[in-house]
């Protein structure tokens, strides 16, 4: 089941500026800075209520933020939506005829597994499932 979204993830090229830029625009300092090595990111998360801003760079030339941001620059790259169930919602959703980037969970962010859908399925957004770990 589907329970709320649990973050958008912006893409930044300079994550220290745009932590600042945040903190500023928030009125609040992260609560977690986090290096992802199987995304190749640096993330920083703001807690807004119950939901959050994932601040996402590079730290590799090859890596998907590297390639979103060379293609369409900073801005909005996903949605991630909390789940009581990867395996479940894996199953239903390709049942239902989406698409995933990759239906094997990663280690993610935040103490997350996580899998991406592919923007082909669902009107070119992004859409991360993610799950306690």
Request: glycine share 4%.
């Amino acid at each position: 089941m589907i329970k709320k979204i649990e973050h958008i993830g912006i893409a930044v090229k300079d994550i220290s500026f745009s932590t600042s830029l945040f903190e500023r625009l928030l009125g609040n300092k992260p609560y977690k800075t986090e290096k992802v090595l199987s995304e190749e990111v640096n993330t920083t998360f703001f807690r807004l209520s119950d939901q959050k801003v994932e601040l996402l760079s590079s730290i590799s030339k090859d890596s998907a933020i590297a390639k979103f941001l060379e293609s369409k620059n900073e801005g909005i790259h996903h949605i991630a939506l909390l789940v009581d169930s990867l395996e479940f919602e894996i199953n239903r959703l390709e049942a239902l005829g989406f698409q995933f980037i990759s239906k094997t969970p990663k280690e993610g962010a935040d103490n997350k597994k996580i899998v991406f859908l592919h923007p082909k399925s669902t009107n070119g957004v992004l859409v991360e499932l993610c799950e306690e770990m």
